[in-house]
């Protein structure tokens, strides 16, 4: 009876019943619930379904809206003074729940993000590149190995390798020698294997440290993927324990767990679970979408030999020696180079999943919608990355359209959303710009390659949403290596 009278509420009586959109998706989560577990990952092509049927702003679940326009984005995703809050749905469909991601309170989350804000700054990521370039002086190595036997690359695994060595780097002083060949890359199938049960976690939240109580061998036989994910937040914790119970505290500005340990945060904010959570968080954050925004970028190159021509000639220009990688500010400045990663960012998505946020104290309005405080509202960077007003031909990788626009004085990064923007923006979008122009650079300049046979348009092509996306193919960017300089 409870149910039925839930389900006449949600479609008469709530204060979201007038806004458009499918009976069913109001209704019930059992709508959402279909396209996102059952259909495993569809619920965003449902989304654009259900836009091209009900408009621009449509209500997607019984308490949320999506709005498919741009010009609405930087309303939602707001910055200071407004104050704006997560979705608890979202903010637990990772499991940590001690983390800065799931901090659903504003204020929390600026606490939380305050200690490590200075570690992704410009300067912070720039005193860096020594860090970065070592990781790709040993990501090259390994391709010129494939080139002397013949062997064939993937470089979505070497991409993920080259990422969480330099994110554990930086953030712990301990590199996780993915590209050593000493481990296998688990925070990768960590973080995929999470991101894959994200869905199941917005309707079944589990956190993992209560998982942990659980047998190991219990974990293992039945949910292989979370024992993966237990097993990297067991190594981060041993890394965690280690600061929180040295005898000399590291000053908090070595390193990011210093950081989170420093004495003068409040007691409740050093724990061994938030050390935990928030570490799990950094490393995959750090590692995954970028790794995959290179690889993408990679493929579009390989596959456009007239591009990636006169890319090399430009950045040969600017780095003569091919041993000696020029600094990002001189990077930053190649005009090709800056629209190929721009594309690359672009045709990656980022995640192509939807990141409500909520406006607490505050009426939105969208055009003659007034959307009531406390709504969860969202727009995918997918929507955002694809209309074709803002990018042309939104499917074909251009890089040149960035060279133009930046002719005409037109802010075309504006529009890139895969970082998000506002109070809850990736802190990491300095680090992984720079890993993504430094090592594009470094791979056109200094290495010769061409795709496998095997590797097509579908490796690249979003398919699923599983947080991240997951392609149509996913048998990842593979190709033959042919010589290295």
Known sequence: MYRLLKVIYNLYFHP???FPGPKLAAATHLFEFYWSIIRDGEFIWEIERMHQQYGP?????????????????????AGNPKRVEGDYRFTRSTGVTQSM????????????????????????ISDIQPIIQDKIERLIKKLQRASKDGSVVSLTTLSAAFTADTISHYSYGVSMGCLDGEVENILTDATQAVLALS?????????????????????????????????THQTISSLALEVLNANEPKA????MFAALADPKLPAEERNLGRLEDEGFVILAAGTETTAYSLSVTMFYLLDNPEIFSKLY??????????????????????PLLRGVVNEGLRLSMGTLTRHPRIAPDRILQYKNWAIPAGTPCSTCTYFVHTDPEIFPNPSSFDPYRWVRAAEKGQHLENHLA???????????????????YMLTANL??????????????????????????????????????????
């Open 418 to 436: 895969l970082f998000l923007k506002g109070n809850r923006a990736c802190l990491g979008i300095n680090m992984a710009t720079a890993e993504m």
């Open 101 to 124: 991601f799931a901090a659903i309170d504003h204020d929390l989350h600026q606490r939380r993000r305050s200690p490590l804000t200075k570690f992704f700054s410009k300067r912070s």
């Open 16 to 18: 979201l019943a007038r």
């Open 313 to 334: 000639d430009e950045i040969k220009a600017a780095m003569p020696d091919p041993t000696h990688c020029p600094s990002l500010s001189v990077l930053e400045h190649l």
């Open 57 to 77: 702003i449509i209500r997607i679940t019984p308490r949320e809206l999506h709005i498919s326009d741009p010009s609405f984005y930087n309303e939602i995703y």
């Open 444 to 485: 056109v300049r200094r290495v010769k390659m061409k795709l496998h046979e095997g590797t097509t348009i579908d490796c690249v092509t979003p398919a699923r949403d599983h947080t991240i996306v997951v392609p149509k193919d996913t048998s990842g960017i593979r190709a033959y290596v042919l010589d290295v300089e």
């Open 199 to 231: 869905h199941w976690l917005r309707f079944l939240p589990i956190r993992f440290t209560n998982a942990k109580k659980l047998p190991p061998a219990l974990v293992q036989k039945f949910f292989p993927k979370a024992a993966t994910v237990l097993q």
């Open 252 to 255: 908090p500005h070595e390193n």
